[in-house]
């Protein structure tokens, strides 16, 4: 079993001890291979907004750095750690780049065999805020599932004695995410249905293979499945989400022939 983490902080501070010591409660249930990537030490490059990634393909993205590197990394893992200080209320500019690089994931999410992780530090505030965003981000990713270790700690660097009083927690995060890793009946939620057949269908409308020529490709051969991959989906869950697409679909038609 792989797991990856990605350090969102610019030091080996408090967010990588709660990681690490997450680490050791993780190997005492099975012997995990533990990767660390720390985004500080990454050459990523700031997103400049050209839309290329999500409009036409990851592959015409004009930024050559170690993007494509951490993609197959992740990729190669049955789980991936999200770790982020909380600053400023949000996760760190590291974090938010490293998100923004791989939006195109948000169309076209392929991380459908692996279980996220998020791990946040905070000072005292800002952990719910960081906490959702996270989330949201792995699910529309299409992570299989998301738990959560948030920690308050203080603002210097963690004593040994302070990461002994949280280890209770670290250890049930450690425990969760474990079960959930070693799931093999996953089957996707009602969120999960909504947002496959909603790009589906966006993909679908008329003029999309130029507007999203990305999605449009990655959606056609996808149009009489349930889902982005084979996996058994509640018929009614799927009878809704479809709905809920077509109904977005001609709205978006009426919307594209009044302009
Ligand atoms: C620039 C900056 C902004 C921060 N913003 C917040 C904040 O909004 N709320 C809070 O409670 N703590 C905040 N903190 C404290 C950190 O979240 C906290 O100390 C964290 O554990 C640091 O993690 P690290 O040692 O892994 O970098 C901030 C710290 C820094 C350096």
């Known amino acids: 079993m792989k797991v990856l983490a990605i350090m969102g902080s610019p ?4 967010t990588y001890k709660i990681t690490q010591q997450f680490e050791k409660n993780l190997k005492k249930y099975r012997n995990v291979d533990f ?3 720390f985004l500080k030490e990454s050459d990523l490059k700031e997103c400049i907004g050209c839309f290329n990634c999500i409009r036409i393909g ?20 049955n789980g991936v750690i999200f770790a982020s200080p ?20 948000g169309h076209r999410p392929q991380f459908f065999n692996q279980d996220a992780m998020i791990i946040s530090t905070t000072g005292g505030m800002g952990l719910k805020q960081v906490n959702k965003y996270l989330k949201s981000v792995a699910s529309i990713w299409g992570f299989r599932s998301n738990t959560v270790l948030g920690v308050i700690t203080p603002p210097f660097k963690l004593k040994d004695k302070i990461i002994k009083k949280k280890d209770k927690d670290i250890a049930e995060a450690a425990k969760e995410f ?19 057949t909603a790009f589906r269908a966006i993909a679908d ?11 449009y490709n990655f959606y056609k051969p996808l149009n009489d499945k349930k889902f982005y991959f084979d996996v058994r989906v509640n018929p009614i869950k799927y009878k ?10 001609n709205s978006l038609r009426k919307t594209i022939k009044k302009d």
């Not at 990851?58 to 893992?77: A, F, G, V």
């Not at 809704?240 to 679909?249: E, F, P, V």
Request: aromatic share 8%; net charge positive; proline share 2%.
């Open 178 to 196: 474990y079960k959930k890793l070693s799931n093999s009946n996953w089957s996707p939620s009602l969120s999960n249905l909504i947002q496959f």
């Open 86 to 105: 909380v600053y400023m209320l949000n996760v760190t500019a590291l974090m938010k780049k490293f998100i923004d690089r791989l939006a195109y994931n």
């Open 58 to 77: 990851k592959e015409h993205c004009p930024l050559k750095d170690d993007r494509d590197n951490i993609i197959k990394q992740m990729l190669d893992s």
């Open 205 to 215: 409308v008329e003029g999309m293979d130029e507007i999203l020529t990305a999605d």
């Open 35 to 37: 990767n660390y990537i």
């Open 11 to 14: 030091r080996k501070g408090n």
């Open 240 to 249: 809704i989400a479809n709905i809920l697409g077509n109904l977005i679909k």
